[in-house]
């Protein structure tokens, strides 16, 4: 694993999702996941060029600037790590870092429309501009990597389309708007609704998930939100959504879906460690990470 944070908030309403990569790269924070036994090396953290720490920007189009800027570096930091041989972890950030890191990923492993993407995740994410109502791209990043909306942040790292419909599936989505529903409806994405996991359960849940991910292409990752997860278990993020998977059986199921020889990259977004809870939500994401250890090469 080698872990780059990817510092952004300006993709949120709430800016404060910036400080996680920091939080998480503490010397104790650390030390804790190489006493769980996870071997990793550090990638260092993305920075937008000018934090929400530094000032406050209103304007929507510089917001839209520093995102553009941010995620296309992203994208080039990804393509590093994995042209040289390795597995990314991307720790953000609010989930607008997810156009950086699968642009990254599908561009260096050359799998433009040929990748799967598991999107555990409690919103769908997937806004256009026109049908946002708040405008903020950390709910449009699935969309812009379908190939839907604005053509710069569609062509990060290339010119192609990064994901086709067909190999890609959201899973824990209990809050959207109708205008998203619409849109993954009409370009045939699977959505594992909460209504569905309860039913079915976590593990039988991902087995599918996994079977849309890996059919037909060349590798897949998984986007995880840490709002997909129940509030309590993962307070400290900034959308919270009741209802959501117990952490417990999606860390056994994210253990069977590492294991997977296709199992490619993983991104975790939205960790804002100055809400309250953000100890438990920090073990939480060390237990994500000793779970989804990639396949030995």
């Not at 049908?131 to 903020?136: E, G, H, I, Y």
Request: proline content about 5%; hydrophobic content about 40%; glycine content about 10%.
């Amino acid at each position: 694993m080698h872990i780059l944070g990817a510092a952004l908030g300006w993709g949120a309403q709430k800016t404060k999702t910036e400080l996680g990569p920091e939080a998480f790269f503490k010397e104790m924070s650390l030390q804790k996941l190489q006493d769980m036994g996870v071997p990793f090396k550090k990638s260092g953290i993305v920075y937008p060029s000018i934090t929400a720490s530094q000032g406050s920007v209103d304007d929507k189009e510089k917001r839209t600037l520093l995102v553009k800027e941010f995620v296309t570096r992203l994208t080039q930091k990804v393509a590093h790590i994995i042209k040289h041989g390795h597995f990314p972890v991307v720790i953000g950030g609010d989930h607008a870092i997810a156009m950086g890191t699968w642009s990254g990923v599908t561009t260096a492993l050359s799998a433009e429309g040929q990748f799967g993407l598991i999107w555990f995740d409690a919103h769908m994410d997937a806004h256009l501009k026109e049908t946002s109502p708040s405008m903020a791209y950390h709910g449009m990043p699935l969309a812009r990597l379908l190939g839907q909306g604005r053509s710069h942040l569609v062509q990060l790292g290339s010119q192609k389309v990064k994901l086709s419909p067909e190999h890609v599936c959201l899973v824990g989505i209990r809050s959207f708007e109708p205008a998203e529903k619409e849109l993954l409806d009409r370009l045939g994405v699977r959505v594992f609704y909460m209504k569905e996991i309860a039913q079915r359960g976590i593990q039988a849940v991902m087995d599918d998930a996994v079977q849309i991910a890996t059919t037909g292409t060349k590798g897949f990752g998984l986007s995880i939100d840490l709002d997909g997860f129940d509030p309590s278990e993962a307070p400290a993020t900034g959308s919270l959504e009741a209802g959501g998977v117990g952490a417990e059986s999606a860390l056994k199921a994210f253990e069977v879906l590492a294991a997977h020889p296709k199992f490619k990259a993983l991104e975790i977004a939205e960790f804002n460690p100055t809400l309250p809870g953000a100890y438990k939500t920090l073990t939480l994401i060390h237990r994500i990470l000793k779970a989804c250890q990639p396949p030995s090469k």
